[in-house]
């Protein structure tokens, strides 16, 4: 065997032994994020899927009304109901009379045609008293049952897997043949709740960047001692409940709160004449800046504090003014953590509920405040996926237009 040929197999094995070496260690290092990324499964992503997995998804018709479910699927949603149809229903309303579920079977035919609620739960009671032929005794105890849109509401609500949550969304309907039409113009809200959240979360960024670049630069250019000082007092809010401070807020911006009071003993207005600062889009942009105003800060002090002092210094002895060398040396080098400050302050703001429920009023409500009302009052958490899952994407494409034009490589927190 000649000594190349030793060469070669010693540099083989050597190289399999240095693979199997890379691998135990990249197992080792995978074992220790093992459990990081069951917790994160489990108790973040696995819950929004599921939660988002009910705007499409609502077997409360179907799987409680299965007879009616199957004759409606035959149904052209235009002829007149058959006696067929009738005697499912029939059916399906005594199993559903009996196991008290028939409530639910109501409120999921009434999110598609207001008013059929009482409609099934006073027949429901009266049920067991129906007899054959149904076409018409059922309609003598509640003659809306002729009505043929009652039937189609129920044809739409019988889809187990439906767009129709995700319609509604976005103000649109989706009829009993499939097709998506545009929603009664008294029912468009959501578009314009969409369109306030994004115009007020913009607005909240923009002042919390004109606030907090002032705030961070005096952070970090002032002595060690006073900066310390001005960071305790930007960090002091986080140790106050938002709650507290949004009700401070309240105090503060009513007709004879402090705000007001200041203005009429400047002269900005008079006593009889004072502003409405509160349970309005004003409101909730004050106190959600206030509130969010330490996202914004902290960002940029972090980055501001990397950046050496000899930079600024070079250009002035190079003759550039006070100004330009701010400008053109100082403030480029601050664009990651106002790239980071932004997107931390938008991303949180567009999620905000509590405050605007407390000070917005009817026009600084958000689209996260009608998320909430579906959950908590309505129950309709179907809608309140469905929303949860286009707030979702625009964040998305918002952030990859922010990638495809900023980058998010040049975003820093320090």
């Known amino acids: 065997m000649t000594e190349t040929t030793v ?18 260690s990249r197992l080792r290092a995978f074992m220790l994020v093992v459990p990081v990324l069951l917790f994160l499964l489990l108790s973040f992503v696995i819950p929004i899927l599921s939660f988002l997995l009910q705007g499409i998804s609502d077997d409360t018709f179907s799987s409680r009304m299965p007879k009616t479910t199957m004759v409606l699927s035959e149904w052209d949603a235009v002829s007149e109901p058959t006696e067929e149809m009738y005697a499912a229903l029939v059916a399906d309303l005594k199993v559903v009379r009996a196991n008290k579920t028939i409530g639910k079977v109501a409120t999921r035919v009434n999110r598609d045609k207001p008013g059929t609620r009482s409609l099934f739960t006073s027949t429901g009671r009266k049920i067991a008293k129906i ?32 767009p129709g949550y995700y319609a509604a969304a976005l103000d649109l309907k989706l009829t009993s043949d499939g097709s998506i039409v545009r929603q009664d113009e008294n029912r468009r809200i959501h578009l314009t709740l969409m369109t306030r959240t994004l115009q007020i979360s913009f607005l909240v960024t923009i002042f919390c960047l004109l606030l907090g670049y002032p705030i961070a630069y005096l952070l970090a250019t002032l002595p060690v001692r006073s900066s310390n000082l001005l960071l305790i007092l930007v960090l002091l809010p986080f140790w106050t409940s938002i709650l507290v401070r949004t009700t401070a807020w309240i105090a503060m911006l009513q007709s004879q709160g402090v705000v007001n009071d200041l203005l009429v003993y400047f002269g900005v207005t008079d006593d009889g004449t004072r502003y409405s600062l509160i349970y309005n889009k004003l409101g909730t942009l004050i106190a959600m800046t206030h ?17 050496p002092p000899s930079y600024v210094r070079a250009a002035k002895s190079l003759g550039a003014s006070n100004w330009t060398a701010f400008w053109r040396v ?59 899952g286009v707030l979702m994407i625009v964040v998305l494409f918002l952030y990859w237009i922010y990638d495809r034009f900023v980058g998010i490589d040049n975003m820093k927190l320090g």
């Open 330 to 388: 100082y403030a480029p080098q601050t664009i990651p953590g106002i790239g980071a400050g932004a997107i931390l302050v938008f991303i949180v703001a567009i999620g905000y509920y509590i405050t605007p429920a407390l000070v917005g009023g009817q026009e600084g409500t958000m689209i996260s405040n009608t998320i909430d009302d579906h959950m908590r009052k309505s129950l309709n958490w179907n809608l309140a996926a469905a929303l949860g």
């Open 7 to 24: 060469a070669t197999i010693d540099d083989k094995l050597l190289t399999k032994r240095l693979g199997k070496a890379m691998f135990r």
């Open 131 to 162: 007899e054959p032929p149904y076409k018409e005794s059922l309609p003598g105890i509640k003659k809306k049952w002729q009505d043929i849109e009652v039937w189609q509401a129920m044809k739409t609500a019988s889809r187990k897997y439906t």
């Open 291 to 307: 509130i969010l105003l330490p996202f914004m800060i902290l960002p940029l002090y972090s980055v501001m504090k990397g950046i």
